[in-house]
């Protein structure tokens, strides 16, 4: 569904769909409770947080190819993946930390709320950015070649 989405949409709004069903899979997430309200938030939870996924799956190599080009792919998505792995591997701690302290994930659930809106607005910059910056590239290419 990425892929097509991509194909036909663009790496921007895939990522910014992606990036909103997570939003709004957390928020669900936090008002889960027992009973039928927070039944039915547990059912968005549960597939908001699947057509987030791609976030960390293929969105990682699409945003790569789409932002630093070919050329540059293999270095740039070793890099990309490497930090995503360390968001990992310091999320679950952060987060158990705040559960052990507050007794609850609420706050660092809406933490990350916070830091996936934001990352969400530089995204759409930096993609912004990296296409006006690939087209004058390609302009430039284009110019050298007919010469």
Same mark, same amino acid.
């Given at each position: 569904?990425?892929?097509?989405?991509? $194909?036909?949409?663009?790496?921007?709004?895939?990522?910014?769909?992606?990036?909103?069903?997570?939003?709004?899979?957390?928020?669900?997430?936090?008002?889960?409770?027992? $009973?039928? *309200?927070?039944?039915?938030?547990?059912?968005?939870?549960?597939?908001?947080?699947?057509?987030?996924?791609?976030?960390?799956?293929?969105?990682? &190599?699409?945003?790569?190819?789409?932002?630093?080009?070919?050329?540059?792919?293999?270095?740039?998505?070793?890099?990309? &993946?490497?930090?995503?792995?360390?968001?990992?591997?310091?999320?679950?701690?952060?987060?158990?930390?705040?559960?052990?302290?507050?007794? &609850?994930?609420?706050?660092?659930?809406?933490?990350?709320?916070?830091?996936?809106?934001?990352?969400?607005?530089? *995204?759409? *910059?930096?993609? @912004?950015?990296?296409?006006? $910056?690939? $087209?004058?590239?390609?302009?430039?290419?284009? @110019?050298?070649?007919?010469?």
């Amino acid at each position: 569904l990425v892929g097509f989405m991509y $194909d036909k949409k663009g790496l921007r709004t895939c990522l910014l769909i992606c990036q909103v069903t997570a939003v709004l899979a957390l928020i669900s997430l936090v008002l889960v409770r027992a $009973d039928s *309200f927070g039944a039915a938030m547990w059912i968005v939870y549960a597939i908001g947080s699947t057509l987030a996924l791609p976030l960390e799956t293929i969105g990682v &190599s699409l945003v790569v190819g789409d932002v630093f080009g070919n050329k540059e792919y293999a270095k740039f998505l070793g890099m990309m &993946s490497a930090l995503n792995s360390v968001g990992f591997a310091v999320g679950a701690p952060v987060m158990n930390v705040v559960y052990d302290l507050l007794g &609850s994930y609420n706050l660092a659930i809406w933490i990350a709320v916070g830091v996936i809106a934001a990352v969400s607005l530089v *995204f759409q *910059f930096v993609v @912004t950015v990296a296409h006006k $910056d690939r $087209d004058i590239i390609l302009a430039q290419e284009t @110019t050298d070649c007919s010469i």
